[in-house]
């Protein structure tokens, strides 16, 4: 079976943590690399899923409203300046042709027992 999310939104995940409802969209990339991720342990983690701590991400760059970021490194960072938490997950057959890629979802209200993780990301240069 082939999933294939919604590509990402801004207003989608405003109105999301605003109204405090589901919001998943893809990064459109099966490559953590892109993410601007290269440790190791911090790239399995990502393919694990998991919630993840989109705060330090704020300091890799500067917020840009006026365009819509095209690369999954600046989809995310956008991300981070709206909501401080995401659930990234590698779907394995979602994506082009069942290629696989990450997808993001944003849930208001976690569960308590889910622990929250960090990555660390580099600017992309």
């Known amino acids: 079976m082939t999933y294939k999310y919604p590509t990402y939104v801004r207003q989608h995940l405003e ?5 405090q409802h589901e919001y998943i969209f893809t990064l459109a990339t099966w ?22 701590d989109l705060t330090p991400w704020r300091k890799s760059g500067p917020r840009q409203v006026l365009t819509a970021p095209t690369t999954a490194h600046g989809i995310l960072l956008d991300a981070s ?17 069942g290629a696989g890629e990450i997808s993001a979802m944003y849930v208001p209200h976690p569960p308590s027992t889910t622990a929250t993780r960090t990555v660390h990301v580099e600017p992309l240069t």
């Open 15 to 19: 109105d999301a943590v605003k109204h």
């Open 31 to 52: 490559d953590v690399i892109e993410l601007g991720v290269f440790n190791d342990d911090d790239q399995a983690q990502i393919r694990d899923g998991g919630r993840f």
């Open 81 to 97: 300046h709206i909501a401080g938490h995401l659930y990234l997950q590698m779907e394995p057959g979602a994506g082009n042709a």
